[in-house]
């Protein structure tokens, strides 16, 4: 610690931008979205000071003009993997050392750094990479990853500051050491602000970071990368490699200094990689610290007395904004019988307002493309089943195109039964079902909302009957980490809903809190003995 107790800044809100016609935020992020899409980008790999360029690369192009390039990046080898783990520890002691308020100011700094100049830069890479409407990419580029930079900054002060009581005579203290090794974060493709929050909440704590981006976010993780370099974070801290996640994965889990993983991706992956993890137990110098968010299936459940309007607008902004890729996204939705063809119509309306599926550059486009061609043919191919089998029907939606861009139509699927395929499996895309409830079942759709799917991240229930509310409360408390009343099931917000579920939803350590900060340090109690015992002998023991 440095010689005071400081306080850091109040962390706020990033207050969002409208992007409306004529406003200058506006005009810039589409002179960058131009000055990129006619670019070139040519990605390398960040390993401590060096930008290492391999003789093996992949090409990158907008998911929304899939034959159109912007750039490349380069494919690490296992030595280059071996390269950054080594660098990280080299970097580990003095970046370990670093008085934590020097390490808050270069993740303040950065805030600011995306706050301002590089927010057209950081929004237009994400529209770009990710085909995210320009409202998608301001929510998350620039101001939930300012908010978890601002944040995180005032729960690791707050972290540092908890301290134990002492007693007459004796000092106790708490310092909380980063962990005894390095850190593995693998980051996925949806948000931008996930992929830099990842390795910079780790490092932030005093620990030094081997990054693997998702292969589909590499042109948006560059502006993060830019950032950390112009904020002043120190060669080796984060260190950035690209290619096949098997091979890396394996070199990374085979460090005797692997101290802990930061994972947001599939459950999939993350069982497999917990496994990996539990059979090399003996290697490591240190338990692993575990932290990871996986999938979710996500809920609405409306009960009668809840507003038609309200309910509609829940489905369409939960279901289909940015195509529905992201891991809250509402996607199993329980209707009562009384309001449903009411409900349904409005939703139906409103996707029938959207314009077709197109580039993000378009800001009257409130749908874009979906991430790759392997989602796409997932996506077309559950549609296309549900366009064959009787327990369901495509009532909006349901058509599909991948020539120019990987573009799906939203779609609301009907089904009569609860167990339909798509009220179970996460699909990730701007796919919707619908199962309608008898009124009088109210409490049975609780259970069956409760025993329908694996996962536990997000759900939403929408009533004006507070008895209903309650019971829905009680009923679902195993059912979602985030859990939403009247309202959709997605847009957590740093600091005010910290973000995680439980099941097979992964671990719940809540990003965007203190309990995340948490787990990438590993206290050390201090007792100091103001004047030392000279004689072994207690009271009770007498002459």
């Known amino acids: 610690m440095g010689k005071g107790f400081f306080q850091v800044p109040t962390a706020y809100n990033e207050p969002i931008k409208s992007y409306a016609p004529g406003t200058p935020e506006r005009d810039a992020v589409l002179k960058q979205y131009k000055a990129y899409y006619n670019g070139n980008e040519d990605v390398p790999l960040y390993i401590g000071g060096q930008e290492i360029r391999t003789d093996k690369t992949r090409t990158m192009s907008p998911p929304h003009d899939h034959k159109h390039l912007v750039g490349k990046y380069h494919l690490a080898e296992k030595t280059h993997v071996e390269l950054a783990i080594a660098t990280a520890l080299e970097s580990r002691e003095a970046w370990a050392n670093l008085a934590w308020e020097q390490r808050a100011a270069i993740f303040m700094k950065a805030a600011e750094l995306i706050a301002g100049p590089y927010r057209a830069k950081i929004n237009a890479a994400t529209m770009i990479a990710q085909s995210k409407t320009i409202h998608q990419a301001e929510i998350d580029a620039a101001c939930e990853f300012i908010d978890f930079l601002r944040f995180n900054v005032e729960f690791m002060s707050q972290i540092y500051e908890e301290q134990p009581d002492s007693a007459e005579g004796i ?89 802990g993983i930061h994972f947001t991706g599939s459950t999939y992956v993350f069982k497999e990689l917990w496994k990996q993890i539990g059979t090399n137990i003996h290697t490591y110098k240190t338990y692993p610290r575990i932290v990871g968010e996986t999938g979710g299936k996500d809920f609405i459940v409306a009960h009668p007395s809840a507003k038609p309007k309200q309910v509609a607008t829940a489905i369409t902004r939960g279901a289909f904004e940015f195509q529905g890729q992201k891991c809250s996204a509402a996607s199993r939705v329980y209707l009562p019988k009384s309001t ?29 493309a979906v991430i790759h061609e392997g989602s796409f043919d997932k996506l077309a191919k559950y549609i296309d089943q549900a366009k064959k089998d009787e327990n369901v029907e495509v009532i909006a939606g349901g058509e599909y195109n991948k020539s120019k861009g990987y573009f799906i139509e939203p779609t609301v699927l009907l089904t009569t039964d609860p167990r339909y395929t798509t009220m179970e499996t996460e699909l990730f895309g701007p796919v919707v079902t619908i199962y309608i409830y008898e009124d009088k079942d109210w409490g049975k759709t609780l259970k069956l909302v409760d025993t329908t799917s694996e996962y536990a991240l997000t759900g939403a229930v929408l009533s004006t009957d507070r008895y209903a509310i309650d019971e829905a409360t009680k009923a679902l408390q195993n059912s979602a980490g985030n859990f939403y009343i009247n309202d959709k099931p997605t847009g957590a917000v740093v600091g005010q809903q910290p973000f995680g579920g439980a099941r097979a939803s992964g671990t719940n350590d809540k990003a965007g809190s203190a309990q995340n900060l948490l787990r990438w340090v590993s206290p050390r109690l201090i007792k100091e003995t103001l004047v030392t015992p000279e004689n072994y002998r207690y009271p009770f023991l007498g002459e």
């Open 171 to 259: 000092w106790n203290r708490v310092e909380y050491r980063p962990l005894e090794g390095f850190i593995y974060a693998i980051t996925p493709f949806n948000f931008t602000a996930i992929a830099g929050n990842l390795p910079a909440s780790a490092a932030m704590m005093g620990n030094v970071v081997v990054w693997k981006p998702s292969d589909h976010q590499v042109f948006s993780a560059k502006v993060i990368v830019d950032v950390f370099k112009e904020a002043g974070l120190p060669d080796g801290v984060i260190n950035v490699i690209y290619g096949d996640p098997v091979m890396i994965t394996e070199t990374v889990l085979a460090s005797p200094d692997f101290a």
């Open 340 to 368: 449903a063809n009411e409900i349904l119509e409005l939703v139906k309306a409103d996707i029938k307002s959207f314009n077709k599926p197109g580039s993000p550059e378009d800001m009257g486009n409130f749908i874009t």
